[in-house]
């Protein structure tokens, strides 16, 4: 199955800071989620983006399919946006795969 | 709320016993994956089901078994537990056999 490596791996920010989270794939997705798991556990949904741009509030979110990258940006980081955030895919086989995540705290 | 469901929330065992999790999807989706959430090995996806056939098969244990129904709804089914199987189980739900998935609230097991 294909590999998914995210960065950085932590994340420590003060509110009101801007951030961005990286997601590689070793390689071609069919079908790119971001997800954030909030501290109670829950798996959010951010965005569904196999390519291009997407924009939800302060969120946004681009997929380089050829290039095989996505791009997660946190603008004005809030308090509730501390969790960890995962990216996933499947490739050719199906499998879907979850990177080990990008775990961010934001401090007021 | 996804609109996926997955009771129980929490179940607590013993080493050598057989427990089931079962998980109803969002309305219209026809296809159903169970994954593993562990702090060691990350979130590992098990199995998936297409409305009522195995679709795709992950880094699923032989003591491990899963099903769909005609009304869609899937059990897993974890024998034999032991303490590593200890972890958080979620159910996730998509419309087809390669969508964007919707996640349950998950089920943490605690295996003693």
């Known amino acids: 199955g294909i590999q998914v490596e995210q960065s950085p791996p932590d994340l420590i920010l003060q509110e009101g800071a801007n951030s961005t989270l990286r997601c590689n794939f070793s390689?071609?997705?069919?079908?790119l989620q971001w997800f954030h798991q909030n501290p109670w556990g829950q798996l959010i949904n951010l965005f569904y983006?196999?390519?291009g741009t997407k924009q939800n509030g302060r969120l946004s979110a681009t997929t380089v399919a050829t290039e095989r990258y996505s791009l997660l940006y946190i603008s004005s980081s809030q308090t509730t946006d501390s969790g960890v955030y995962f990216c996933?895919?499947?490739?050719?086989?199906?499998?879907?795969?979850f990177g080990r995540g990008t775990s961010l705290i934001v401090h007021p | 709320d996804s609109g996926v469901t997955q009771t129980p929330k929490h179940l607590i065992t013993a080493t050598g016993q057989r427990v089931t999790l079962r998980c109803s999807p969002r309305?219209?989706?026809?296809?159903v994956y169970w994954y593993q959430q562990s702090l060691d090995q990350g979130l590992q996806f098990l199995i998936q089901y297409y409305n009522g056939e195995e679709r795709a098969k992950g880094n699923i244990l032989e003591r491990f078994s899963a099903q769909q129904f005609p009304d869609l709804h899937s059990e897993l089914n974890l024998s034999s537990l032991e303490l590593g199987d200890s972890a958080l189980y979620f159910c996730?739900?998509?419309?087809?056999?390669?969508?964007?998935?919707?996640f349950g609230p998950g089920t943490r097991l605690t295996v003693l």
């Open positions: 983006i196999p390519s």
């Open positions: 390689d071609s997705v069919n079908n």
């Open positions: 996933a895919g499947s490739g050719g086989s199906y499998i879907p795969t």
């Open positions: 996730a739900s998509s419309v087809g056999q390669v969508n964007e998935q919707f």
């Open positions: 309305s219209g989706d026809l296809s």
